[in-house]
């Protein structure tokens, strides 16, 4: 049977015991969840249950867990490096004017006078990527596709833009009727193309423009829009056979098939424009002046914020 003298040293060791502990694991930095005893103040309980969510292409919110009643403050790093340090019994913190598209990663520490105790864990979030608009600035032609006795080339263009998310978007320029246009010669348009408030990882734009000699009629419609969506949707291969009967000429009124459409000399091909751009190029954001593909020309704008 223990002495009241062997209880005591029982107890007196014990509590040794876990002071020594308490001291090593906090020189090793594992404590989060309990105070650190020095000179016989504690540190603030690390803060715990640290998470992320994106806000836009340029905001991330952080949100944790105050395990303590003694800090002075929480301070955030960002990617390993200190950037902000908040106030007592605050556990969300809005981190904002970020790159878009980018990988951040945040740990919290509380803090007080006799030490600091991170988060046993870490947040990683992505920004979005950002909203992208494309604007065609001007049409241009190095020939006009039209007999020197007959004058200038009558244009119009048909232009599909697909982010890979969206629905891709299909604009006939002008809407109705004809740009006049001689060789070498261009027309400012100023028309939005294409619009997203997050753009998808890959951009791609493809124009094909023809000279009229007839009015349009529904097969030539028909026939470049579904060109163009199969091209959008990844069935390069088909858009490219269409567009090879297309590298003559164009249907007049009256004619009923494909195949005589090709052999049409109603509209003449004038070009087509294929561009592409992923994440990893910026989306082509920037401006892209006197794009030349057969005798089409092209001045657009990929913008954002």
Known sequence: MKTRRQWFLLCLLIVVIIVVVAILLHARGYQPFASVIQDGKTAPIAPSGLTGKVVSYSQIT????????NEDGFRIYRNGALFESVGPDITTFQDSGLNYATVYSYLVTAYNEHGETQCSITASI?????????????????????????GRGEIYVYIGVTDGKSEPQLVRVPSS???????????EMHQKLFASSSVGDELRIVAIAFE???????????????????????DYSGAVSTLVALLQSQPSVGEDN????????????VGAVEKGWTVGEDW????????????????????TP
Do not use: C
């Open 177 to 187: 009727g004809t740009i006049s246009l001689n060789d070498n010669e261009s027309q």
């Open 62 to 69: 952080i949100h944790w867990i105050d395990n303590s009643n």
């Open 258 to 269: 494909y195949q005589e459409m090709a052999e049409s000399t109603a509209d003449d091909f």
């Open 212 to 234: 009229s000699d007839d009015p349009a009629i529904s097969q030539l419609v028909n026939l470049l829009t579904n060109t163009l969506i199969s091209y959008l949707f990844g």
């Open 284 to 303: 082509g954001i920037g401006s892209h002046a006197d794009v030349i593909s057969g005798d089409l020309r092209l001045w657009f704008n990929i913008s």
């Open 126 to 150: 992505k920004t979005l990527n950002p909203p992208v608009t494309v604007t065609l600035n001007r049409i241009g032609v190095l020939f006009d596709h039209d007999p020197f006795v007959k």
